[in-house]
């Protein structure tokens, strides 16, 4: 490539070359060191999830990311405060930027892909400062006697505002936080099984699904159980309702609870089990192109194009920039400077909102049309009983909360086959890299000539329109799953990731051991 073709990036690489990374190995793994690395680092993400910010006053904090808690992969309060969001933030950045040629950098190209993959780390370490220092100061406050313990530590005659150091203090944790998370990440890429960012979604949803379903504490750990403060999971609440409740208090209203009332009804969890079974077949359902070996006469293969060709990564990225369009929206309204921000500052068409009552749930707006549904309480009974749960709402009309259903499904749609084309494009996996990577393993497809570029002419037949589909589809079943909704508040999306995540861990563990038993396939599958 010639130096004046060059991207500017590479002005860079002096800087991004000397951030902290993991080593890639130099040989190959053997399949127990790498299961190792995954469970070592998944106890370390449990762990950070229960280290919580010191200093931080947890009973004033307000969580921003609430609503997408689940699939940020994070801990409201602690290490884990971010979870992946500047990961995937500066992830999508980096992908809208090169798929529109902003940044001229071709993925093909091994110095182009090392100087794109640091140039991202580089601005994982911007994203983390820009989700951190807004949160910080205004929504994660720094407790009183924290900030007291600093002003006797400075002494009455210090130039510095204990109450600045101290935020200043939960900022230099959540960074740290945040930049173990994505080292965390980049160790189990390189050394272990699969990504570690799938693998800390697949956990945390787990996790919430666990309790949402078998938590026997009550809904309010401070006071006595009873029917207005029955076991917060879905089994326990159903048994303790029935035990309870004479036939006739059943018959009034004991089911409708049982069925409908929040948090973990029964709906939301026959709701999990039928996006587990639905998704799990969808997984399954592929194109498979027969291969042949070119000089081994009688080998044979195929190579399979799986409905879900561009896997759950447009979804979390989808997550991730509707979690962040939450954000903004909420910190331009309520934040004492960006409320004064001309045009976005204090502009409830982008969406406004009542701190002190509902939290970070979006009243009206934008913000609100684009907030993901919450179940079946969250928009269809408001529809058909106004009277009665349109609270549950913000008291919105029927009409109002179809185009909010229609405009998720619409955005979740159309953004999941954007990210969908642009992931395929650079993670190569597109006609042109799959028909090098099927001719340099020797194969070829059966009646056709041995030559890359026949190769890449039937694999465009199949890979363009299956990523549109695989796109569309994800997109769909996630934004369906949130309307439906699911037990311990991890969310449609969350649980269609979580699935789809986990059986993709397990074919990776499939192929791992395959590879560990015959050494010639790693060639083929990319391996050392």
Not at 10 to 32: I, M, N, Q, S, W
Not at 67 to 91: D, E, F, K, N
Not at 143 to 154: E, I, R, T
Not at 507 to 514: G, K, L, N, T
Request: hydrophobic share 50%; charged share 10%.
């Amino acid at each position: 490539m010639a130096e004046e073709k060059k991207s500017l990036l590479y002005k860079l690489k002096p800087l991004t070359d000397r951030l902290p990374a993991v080593t890639k190995p130099e040989g190959h793994v053997h399949f127990r060191t790498k299961m190792l690395w995954v469970v070592i680092i998944l106890v370390l993400y449990f762990v950070m999830t229960n280290v919580f910010i010191y200093g931080l006053d947890q009973q004033q904090t307000i969580d921003l990311f609430s609503q997408y808690r689940a699939i940020l992969a994070g801990a409201q309060g602690s290490l884990m405060h971010l979870g992946i969001g500047p990961i995937v933030t500066a992830s999508i950045i980096m992908q809208l930027f090169v798929g529109a040629k902003i940044i001229k950098l071709d993925l093909q190209d091994s110095d182009d892909k090392a100087v794109y993959q640091s140039s991202q780390k580089f601005l994982v370490i911007i994203m983390i400062l820009v989700e951190a220092i807004p949160q910080v100061f205004g929504y994660l406050v720094p407790s009183a006697s924290f900030v007291d313990g600093l002003a006797s530590a400075l002494g009455p005659d210090s130039f510095i505002d204990p109450k600045l150091l101290a935020d200043i203090i939960i900022v230099l944790q959540l960074f740290l936080g945040s930049y173990l998370v994505f080292l965390m990440d980049e160790v189990v890429s390189k050394w272990g099984i699969g990504s570690g960012i799938s693998l800390f979604i697949a956990a945390g949803v787990a996790q919430a699904i666990f309790t949402g379903t078998i938590n026997w504490m009550p809904i309010d750990p401070t006071s006595a159980m009873s029917l207005s403060n029955p076991p917060a999971g879905t089994i326990p609440k159903t048994i303790y309702i029935i035990h309870s409740m004479s036939a006739s208090e059943m018959a009034s209203g004991g089911y409708e609870r049982i069925l409908l009332q929040n948090p973990n009804s029964m709906i939301a969890l026959v709701g999990t089990i039928v996006i587990f079974l639905f998704v799990s077949y969808m997984e399954s359902m592929r194109i498979e192109l027969p291969l042949a070996h070119g000089t081994a006469r009688g080998a044979r293969g195929r190579y399979p194009i799986k409905l879900l060709y561009a896997s759950n990564i447009p979804v979390i990225l989808m997550a991730a920039l509707l979690a962040n369009i939450s954000m903004f929206c909420f910190l331009f309204y309520t934040n004492p400077t960006l409320s004064q921000v001309p045009i976005l500052g204090g502009n409830p068409w982008l969406g406004y909102y009542d701190p002190a009552t509902y939290g970070t749930t979006p009243l009206g707006g934008l913000a609100w049309y684009l907030s993901t549904p919450n179940g079946l309480t969250s928009w269809l009974l408001p529809m058909l009983d106004p009277a009665q749960y349109g609270s549950l709402a913000q008291d919105h009309s029927p009409i109002q909360i179809l185009a909010h259903v229609l405009l998720y499904l619409l955005v979740m749609i159309g953004g999941s086959i954007l990210f969908a084309k642009f992931w395929i494009a650079t993670t190569n996996m597109g006609p042109e890299a799959v028909a090098k990577q099927i001719e340099s393993s020797g194969l070829q497809i059966p009646g056709f000539r041995r030559d890359p570029r026949v190769l890449k002419r039937v694999l465009e037949r199949y890979i363009p329109v299956v990523t549109i589909i695989s796109g569309a589809t994800v997109g769909a079943l996630a934004a369906g799953a949130d309307l439906i909704g699911t037990v311990g508040n991890a969310s449609g999306t969350g649980v269609l990731l979580a699935v789809g995540i986990m059986i993709q861990f397990y074919e990776a563990i499939s192929r791992e051991q395959m590879m560990e038993m015959h050494p010639v396939l790693r060639q083929f599958f990319g391996g050392e």
